[in-house]
């Protein structure tokens, strides 16, 4: 049983305002009371979490559950008679439903991976094994050689271009992609000429981790099922802070990570259409994932199973059901109403300090709660080293996705990512340390 | 902040020491660091027919550690023999991952003890090392 977040829960039997419009500042205030890691200290200064695009905080309701699963019912799914057995792996596909229902898929068309990077390399490499002639006829369509083409977008993180590099290597396709606008969009214009009568798959970001950019999905959708090609969406960024709905995005495959949004390490998901996930050959094999077993050979069960080959992660799978509980409560489009306030706020900061450029749309363009930026003269590592002193945690560096920061002349940025615990002042408080950065050093002098 | 940036470092970081490539080096080692991206090219250059360093030359881009890290190796190296040079770069290392435990000796270190304080700073220690690694590769590489 999922249990509704005390602070959270309190908020919504005494007031019934958790409804509409951005989130109030005493509605953050009980959001923050519910996340034990937001009232710590780091060198002596209140914490000041903006790194949340790496991964996000969790609610004690995703804590508490994970706890209560092990000191209770803990023992391994789909293996097993006994009542703990069957209760865990009734609460692990309930779990399954509820990001099932999250998303608008079926609850058999969401696998359990181990985070995003795992998901997406999953769909590569069984159209791997595809192009090798394993899934017999029903994998045909997945096979790969010479003359097709796989297209990603030049702002992809590491994650969702290494798995479709790999695989044009071993197939012999060919990998091209979609340039990125000098304001951080796709240009589109040239999307229409990539994607071509020989792309097999387009594969792409929902959201930028770096740009903060939210890429037109249903246009892409269009270009790549006019062509026939199978649609990939990462929605890591997407998914934690806008929601996502596959079904009215069309798109084949998704994938995202539970814990950039609220949920635990080990635990990611992967959609897929059902006859596409029930077509595709398996990637990892093993227990759990088969029919019958021979010393020759063996027959896989349906999608999901057939994809989850091993014990399972079900704490985490039931941790990530208890954040995706919480973000309902609180709501989506309250959250991500939220963040666009505080992207416009960290946008429009950061343009008025001299020296600083940030990557992405500017200033009333649509983005997300997340802004990356180069300071001229001074190297990431040395901002974000000096935010640090002061309880602010940035990330720095390339955020795996060196293609784009080469894009844009740049080798690496500092980005503040905000979620729905992030207040106003926190963001003030990291612009007016990014001032004093360039104060300290001497970006003027 | 002060203990770690000392105003040396600041000002290595805008007017490097050594900085740029020349002809005619003993051998040359190439280094980045995963995580930043960060690179150097540094080359040792001997004294004709002598194993004594002539100059450290170098370029590359980084944080203000790592770049003002390579302006003190080039300054150190000059004058010292390969073994010489190869037993300060083990001291540095020592110094740098002690965690703040080992200060860093001014006779035989120089001004490089200003970067000190950076081994208090566990995520930073590889910024400090990434020319010292390199020089110690073109040492490797020299030949005899
Ligand atoms: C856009 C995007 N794609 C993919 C990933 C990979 O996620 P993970 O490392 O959880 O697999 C991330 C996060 O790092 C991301 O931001």
């Keep these: 049983m999922l249990t509704l977040p005390r602070t959270i829960a ?5 007031a019934p305002a958790l409804q509409a419009g951005p989130l109030s500042d005493p509605e953050i205030q009980a959001i923050r009371r519910d996340f034990p890691i ?57 779990a399954r439903g509820a990001v099932a229902r999250f998303i608008g898929a079926g609850d058999d068309e969401v696998v359990w991976t181990s985070n995003a990077t795992e998901a ?14 394993r899934g017999g006829e029903a994998s045909a369509r997945f096979r790969l050689g010479a003359g097709d083409e796989i297209v990603v977008t030049e702002m992809e993180h590491h994650a969702n271009l290494l798995p479709w590099q790999e695989l044009a290597a071993r197939t012999g396709a060919t990998l091209r992609y979609i340039p990125i606008a000098d304001d951080g969009t796709l240009r589109m214009d040239v999307a229409a000429e990539t994607i071509n009568s020989r792309t097999r798959v387009l594969a792409f970001t929902h ?3 770096v740009l903060g950019v939210i890429n037109p999905v249903a246009d892409l959708v269009a270009l790549g099922h006019a062509v026939g090609a199978l649609v990939v969406l990462d929605a890591c960024q997407s998914a934690p802070h806008l929601g996502l709905d596959v079904a009215a995005l069309d798109v084949d495959f998704a994938a995202f990570s539970g814990h950039k949004m609220l949920g635990p390490t080990g635990v990611g998901v992967l959609y897929g259409k059902r006859e596409l996930l029930n077509a595709l050959p398996p990637f990892l094999v093993g227990g759990s994932m088969i029919t019958t077993v021979t010393m020759e050979t063996a027959e896989y069960l349906p999608a999901p199973q057939r994809f989850e080959a091993g ?17 309902d409560v609180v709501g989506l489009a309250r959250i991500a109403e939220h963040e666009a306030s505080l992207g416009a706020m960290l946008v429009e900061g950061l343009s008025l300090i001299p020296g600083i450029r940030v990557l992405g749309p500017g200033i009333g363009q649509p983005r997300v709660g997340l802004a990356s930026f180069d300071v001229a003269g001074v190297h990431s590592h040395d901002v974000g080293q000096f935010l640090d002193d002061r309880g602010i945690a940035v990330r720095v560096g390339h955020h795996c996705a060196q ?13 503040a990512s905000a979620y729905l615990y992030t207040t106003r002042d926190e963001v003030a408080e990291f612009l007016d340390g990014v001032v004093a950065a360039t104060e300290f050093f001497g970006v003027n002098s | ?34 995580t930043c991206g960060d690179e150097i090219t540094l080359q040792v250059h001997l004294e004709p027919g002598t194993d004594r360093i002539s100059a450290v030359r ?28 190869g037993s300060r770069i083990e001291l540095f290392r020592t110094a740098m991952r002690s965690k703040g435990t080992i200060e860093p000796d001014e006779d035989l270190l120089g001004d490089a003890v200003a970067l000190g304080g950076v081994s208090k700073y566990s995520a930073r220690v590889k910024c400090a090392m990434l020319a010292w690694v390199a020089g110690e590769d073109a040492l490797a590489q020299a030949p005899a």
């Design chain 1, 120 to 133: 997406l390399n999953l769909v590569a490499y069984a159209m791997g094994n595809a192009t090798l002639g």
């Design chain 1, 207 to 209: 959201v930028s981790n």
């Design chain 2, 1 to 34: 902040m002060e203990m770690l940036y000392q105003q040396v470092i600041l000002d290595l970081s805008r007017k490097p020491h050594g900085f740029g490539l020349q002809d005619g080096a003993a051998a040359e080692s190439h280094q980045v660091n995963p």
């Design chain 1, 403 to 415: 293609p784009l920061h080469r894009r844009f002349g740049v080798t690496s940025t500092t980005r």
């Design chain 1, 38 to 94: 937001l009232a710590s200290s780091v060198n002596g200064h209140p914490l000041v979490y903006l790194d949340s695009g790496a991964t996000s905080q969790k609610p004690t309701g995703v804590l508490d559950t994970e706890r209560e699963f092990y000191e209770r019912r803990n023992s391994a799914v789909h293996r097993g008679a006994h009542t703990l057995a069957a209760l865990a792996t009734e609460e692990f596909e309930d």
């Design chain 1, 10 to 14: 309190a908020m919504s039997a005494t």
């Design chain 2, 58 to 85: 170098w370029e590359g881009h980084g944080c203000a550690i790592s770049q003002a890290s390579a302006s003190l190796f080039a300054d150190l190296a000059p004058g010292l023999t390969r073994e010489d040079l």
């Design chain 1, 311 to 327: 014990t399972q992660r079900v704490a985490q799978a039931i941790g990530l059901a208890a954040a995706i509980h919480y973000l």
